[in-house]
């Protein structure tokens, strides 16, 4: 049986506000709470999150478009299509983006003070 409509939805509101939290460590904001022992544990755990929940929150998408009942095959075929491009664009885009950031000096590893 498929995941419950809203434990999906709520799973992917989850998912989110780690993500959102972990682009928060790149762009330097609330970098007063990640450098303590609470926000690198913080870190830890949406990094895991995110993880964790990628790859059940695709495979249950793929799940809701496969057995949509009253849409033509056609339709979910080309949706599913759609499901796969966005997702290797998604990964691909953010890579060349933060690859970019970190050789240009915007997104740095290490306190610039030092």
Not at 42 to 61: D, H, N, Q, R
Request: proline share 4%.
């Amino acid at each position: 049986a498929p995941c419950p409509r809203g434990l999906f939805e709520a799973l992917a509101v989850v998912q989110a506000v780690a993500a959102f939290l972990m682009i928060t460590t790149a762009t330097g904001l609330l970098r007063g709470f990640w450098m303590t022992d609470e926000g690198q544990y913080a870190f830890i755990a949406c990094y895991s999150l995110v993880g964790l929940l990628e790859g059940y929150l695709l495979t249950t998408s793929y799940r809701y478009v496969g057995d949509a009942e009253g849409i033509p095959a056609s339709v979910r075929q080309s949706t599913s299509s759609m499901l796969s491009w966005l997702n290797v664009m998604s990964v691909c885009v953010g890579g060349i983006v933060s690859g970019a950031l970190v050789n240009s000096g915007a997104v740095r590893c290490t306190d610039p003070t030092f």
